[in-house]
């Protein structure tokens, strides 16, 4: 875990270093800086499903090994590129890029037995959020201080180096029990690429939709009333809340599940607008819907985990990885779509009110589908007994 947690680590400092970089070297607007970060996000929700079947089939070594080198190359090659070029190759950087969020979550599949991945899934979840309340700032800090050149190609560094020691350590992405080793004849896609699956991966979305959306409009609510100085410690507040719950979800034997979390955490978003001044009482608004963060996640691999079998276990993180993508890529512009024609307040209210339409979406498909087999099970009893 204290590996994955390194490993995830440079991927945090993507972000913000790019857009500075593109802002403060290239001379170009935030919107040319959110285009490359678009092009990044798009190839990584493309990548993961495909990289985790990879995973499933060939191990995990050849995997890293190839994201390593991809990753490490245009991280290192970025501050030496021209714009149309660092569009160009965005992509299929984000599509290469090391999938430490999918490995650790497949690891620990494999290491901890299932009564307990409730609470790994949490301290996982909590780790990440650790490395969002450390990784940004540290580049931040960095590309200000130091040159663009040299940050961009120490997170290259940072790239190659945590591969190299997944790569030397090779984890299991498979315990002994699981009768399903890698390279194995491949489950049918249909046998467990169920509704109950497609709905989970909807929720996701929603959460991560709703989540970015309530970052978006936070930092919005703070610029207008002159507050934001105050961001740092407002963001540090989300995230310590949400390893609050993270702790609390893992520690109970019994927590709600994954659909239920969801909807309480975009519905506690809605209200947020109307006390988003001064900047202390919006700290203090958030903390309830960032409590549900990490549960709401962690619950989202526990059902991935559980409804998947261990045999495609990769490409179906690889799923999950590539629905909170999706909604990370709609959220933000959305969100500030309604920021930008009303108010920060509308903007709580618009990522609120994403993340439920999403959400209800999912748990209504799979409350259908329930409903359907149900009502078919007894026709199908009276059939045989007809027949007998």
């Avoid at 947020?272 to 989202?300: E, H, S």
Wanted: hydrophobic share 55%; charged share 10%.
């Amino acid at each position: 875990m204290a590996l994955m947690f390194f490993a995830r680590l440079p991927m945090t400092m993507t972000g913000v270093t790019l857009t500075l970089y593109v802002v403060s070297n290239l001379g170009h607007g935030y919107g040319a800086a959110g285009i490359v970060g678009a092009a990044t996000t798009l190839g990584m929700a493309l990548g993961a499903p495909l990289l985790g079947r990879t995973i499933d089939r060939y191990g995990l070594r050849p995997v890293v090994a190839v994201c390593g080198v991809a990753s490490t190359a245009f991280w290192i090659a970025a501050p030496h590129l021209s714009y149309a070029v660092l569009v160009a190759c965005a992509l299929p950087a984000g599509f290469l890029s090391v999938p430490a969020g999918s490995l650790a979550r497949q690891i620990l599949a494999a290491l901890v037995p299932a009564e307990h991945r409730r609470a790994a899934y949490s301290l996982d979840t909590i780790l990440v959020e650790a490395s969002f309340m450390i990784g940004p700032a540290a580049g931040i800090a960095a590309i200000t201080a130091l040159s663009a050149t040299l940050t961009l190609s120490a997170i290259g560094v940072l790239f190659g180096g945590t591969a190299l020691l997944i790569f030397l350590l090779n984890p299991p992405i498979r315990n002994e029990d699981e009768l399903a080793p890698v390279g194995s004849v491949r489950p049918p896609l249909r046998s467990w690429l169920s509704g109950r699956l497609l709905a989970t991966l909807l929720v996701a979305a929603g959460a991560l939709f709703c989540l970015v959306g309530t970052e978006v409009a936070t930092l919005a609510a703070l610029r207008s009333h002159g507050d934001v100085g105050w961001t740092g410690l407002v963001i540090a507040v989300m995230c310590a809340a949400s390893m609050l719950g993270g702790i609390v979800h893992g520690a109970v034997r019994k927590s709600l599940p994954q659909g239920v979390l969801m909807l309480l955490l975009a519905a506690l978003v809605l209200p947020v607008g109307l006390a988003d001044q001064p900047w202390w009482l919006l700290m203090l608004v958030l903390i309830p819907t960032n409590l549900l963060c990490a549960p709401t996640l962690a619950a989202t691999t526990e059902t991935v985990s559980a409804i998947a079998p261990p045999a495609v276990r990769g490409e179906a993180m690889g799923l999950q990885d590539a629905s909170t993508r999706l909604g990370l890529a709609a959220g933000s512009p959305v969100v500030g779509f309604a920021i930008d024609h009303s108010s920060p307040a509308w903007g709580f209210v618009a990522a609120g009110a994403g993340g439920l339409v999403l959400a209800a979406a999912g748990l209504l498909w799979t409350h259908r589908r329930r409903s359907a087999a149900g009502a078919s099970a007894p026709a199908m009893a009276a059939a045989v007994q007809a027949r007998r």
